[in-house]
């Protein structure tokens, strides 16, 4: 009795031990993973994601979507209830395809799957919510695409009132609204169901279906599993998948002309909205706007101007506030004024500017309407008092010095961008 | 004789010394220039697509050239020639340098050269770059020297047109350096005292090489 006792207790006490050392282990494993995973992130993911993943890099202010701040936890593309955390398996897929219409590429050529799993479990560190497990889905048998499923999927997208942000075409027309902004504040479009290859999880039958399901966390695309059955939920995915028009990759060259004729009209109608996406587009809001000493946009200055270009041996040269402000901004400009800067690089005094950095040159081949749209564009952007100093030629002597090292001797570096502000926000100091 | 030689070596260097101070006053001459100039200058050293066979490559080309011409990419993607940036080699890099905390940067070779250009890399490496920077080595290059946070808001559609120019620009051999890591860059002497930091890029055109 007493012999089985100890048996009994020293196999117990080996189970434990056991159990113990597994565990340490795999914790062990779990923190080696995390700190080779860190030193990925650090070398490929801060640039927009920030070093500490809040999101906050210096390319996060010129992209759209901004980039997902770890620190939240909050993830749109899972396979996951609503308000759970993503799985390992959702995250490696993101990491390894990208997330198609956004500014994150897909990894699975540059990284190696260790390297993708390692990068994943130090993600996972930077947010408390990976503490409570993810509460995976389970995906039944789909309804395979047919002419009947996408016949009733379409009555499901009446029903769901889906036309509200996608429009009765899945482009936004007769749509409420199509703008959005999501929980950080950013714009954010409704999607154009038109366009799969900018859906971004993907755009199977099945991702779709994971996006009506589990809804995406941070925006107002909501979870459908309440208001559908599940059988309507693959009808209607079905039906999404079946919007999907032809990318320009695969048309004909009538097609492409017919497509380009089309969005040159909507961009007519819209002048707005193209103008901001050739701000957007152009690199305007990269000169225009003031970077921090870590190269991160200053809060509330987009477009403010104040960035301070010395150009040798020609002068100081700090961009202009672009927004709407009347005193130091464009405000008090008329359209000519704005359009001879932009396309003759004159200021409205007749002072000429260099070709660049500020590229006038280039600008000047749009087309009227482009151009036209920026000005309408700009007319919008919310005004930021900033007043920035005038352009500073430098004096004759100086000049010829700075010519002659630059011709004669040469190495000297003709072009220097600064951080921080160059004017006066609010009219402070 | 001698007073006249004298004279002579005189008006000389006094003419040495203006053409001298003319030559550096009047180079490069931007303010020569007219403005209207400039664009058509721009429009003339791209590339035309009128000799693309395919109607639909030619499609795309003519949107991506607008593209890639408005949004003045031969700015930074300029080759290098004697009298400086040479526009007549069209995006086969080379005349900018830039500079961060941590390296250096030259513009790459655009044009479809098999060994120092884009024909080296596939259609989906370009588009990662112009998407969001990132290279086939796995380095991304700032987004504050290379503007790739704006090309990301093109629209997939526009940037396989960008994709479709560049891959019909002629090719031009010309070897770019991969980005030099470390190299620290002080500028003596900020704009302005209260908001002084630090410059983070400098760019720097070479006549020659």
Redesign the interface.
Known sequence: MRGLNWRASSAAAAMAGLILGCAIFFGRAQVGAQARGKAVYD??CT??HGVDGKGDG??A????PRPRDFSSGRYKIRSTETGSVPTDDDLVNSVRHGL????????D???SDADIQDVVAYIKSLSPQFATPPKTVSVAEGTPSSPDSITRGQQVYEKLQCGKCHGTDGKGTGAVTTDFTDDWQQPLPAADLT?P??FRGGATSRDVYLRFRTGMAGTPMPSFADAASDKEMWDLANYVVALGRK???S???EE??DL?ARQSVEAKANPVARGK?LV???????CHSP???K?RMLPGMRLAGGV?F?IDPFG?F?TGNLTADKDTGLGNWTDDDIKRVI????LRDGT?L????M????????TAD?IDAIVKYLRTVPPVSNKVPRPRYYSFPVY?WG??KL??L?GD??????????GTTGGVR | MKRFLKWALLIVVVLAVCAL?AF??F?PP??TTA??E??K???AAAPKVDAIA???E???AE?GR??V????C??CHASNGPQGPDLTKYLAGGAVESQ?ETATYVSRNLTPDKDTGLGRRTD?EVK?VL????F???H?V???NM???????????DR??VLVYLRHLPAVRNETPEPVPGKAVT?PG???EE?????????????TR
């Open positions: 070398k490929h640039e927009c210096p390319g202010s010129y992209v759209a198609y219409g956004t500014a994150m590429p897909g990894w050529r540059i990284l366009q290859w900018t990318p320009v990759w048309m004909t060259a492409i002309n380009y996406h957007d587009t152009l690199g305007c809001v990269l970077v921090d000493e190269r301070m010395r100081e700090p396309t003759r690089g004159t000429r260099l070709p660049f950095p590229d006038w040159g280039s600008f000047s081949t749009m482009d010829m010519k002659f011709l004669i040469g570096p003709p072009m220097a961008i600064f951080t921080g502000n160059a | 101070g550096l006053y180079i931007f303010f403005p209207e400039f664009g200058l721009m429009q395919d109607p639909a030619r499609a795309l949107r607008y593209i011409v408005s949004t003045g031969i700015g961060t989906a990662r998407q969001s920077g990132v086939p080595d796995g991304v700032p987004s504050t503007p790739w946070g704006a090309f990301s808001n093109w629209s997939e559609e396989h047109a500028v900020a704009f302005d908001h002084a930091w630090k410059d983070y890029s400098v760019r720097e055109a070479k006549p």
